[in-house]
Structure formats: C-alpha cells, structure tokens
Nanobody, 128 residues
Framework: VQLQASGGGLVQAGDSLRLSCAAS????????MAWFRQVPGSERVFVAV????????RYADSVKGRFTISRDNAKNTVYLQMNDLKPEDKAVYYC??????????????????????WGQGTQVTVSS
C-alpha cells in the first residue's frame, strides 16, 4: 500500500491550498480516508475523515467551516481543500487509510491509532 500526499507549500494567512493523496495497492472504495497533521514536538492530530461511499465526513473543531475533505474513488485520491489558512495551520499533513466497518452506526475513526496505512506527509507553511 502506498499513499502519496502532495500539494503542500508556503502561503500567506487567508490563502487556500488543496492537498491530494493518491492511494495504490488497496481497494480504495473500501477505506475511510483521513488527514492528520503534526507540528514538531507534538503528536499527530486529527483533521478530517471521509467514508468510502456515502460521503460522510467528520472534522476537527479547529478546521470546521474552513477545510473540506473529498474523494474521487475513480482516481483513488482523497483531497483536503483548505481555505482561510491561519498560521496555526502550519504543520506536516499526512493522509491515512483504514478499512471502513459497515453496520457500525456510521462510525468514522478520528484516532491515529485506528489507521493502518499512512502517507509520507506534505508540509504546509502559513505566514502571517
């Protein structure tokens, strides 16, 4: 399994970025796909997750209303549209994958420990 994240960069506060994560080696449409982020010296924290087929999503409170997670199952790719970026959004962003559990009341995991596969990360830097 490979998850290849891309799209990071240096932007100014208020700008937008779209991250992409291309997956291979797994049945993409069976997997929850998530984004996490990490700053040096801190743990990796949840940003957003999307279910495989019905488009259900969950977001961290810190990004609600500014970030949107989406996926294209035909392209085996998950996206994170980040708008109105703030300096505190600066981090390395990682995509992650875990097989969806059906008949589980729509549960979408937000803990990093729930995910089996991780990408290599892409750096997002936001200047004030």
């Amino acid at each position: 399994v490979q998850l290849q994240a891309s799209g990071g960069g240096l932007v100014q506060a208020g700008d937008s970025l779209r991250l992409s994560c291309a997956a291979s080696g797994l049945a993409f449409s069976w997997y929850n796909m998530a984004w996490f982020r990490q700053v040096p010296g801190s743990e990796r924290v949840f940003v957003a997750v999307i279910s495989p087929n019905d488009g259900s999503t969950r977001y961290a409170d810190s990004v609600k209303g500014r970030f949107t997670i989406s996926r294209d199952n035909a392209k085996n790719t998950v996206y994170l549209q980040m708008n109105d970026l703030k300096p505190e959004d600066k981090a390395v962003y990682y995509c992650a994958a875990e097989k969806h559990i059906y008949n589980n009341d729509g549960y979408l995991p937000t803990s990093g420990g729930a995910y089996s596969y991780w990408g290599q990360g892409t750096q997002v830097t936001v200047s004030s």
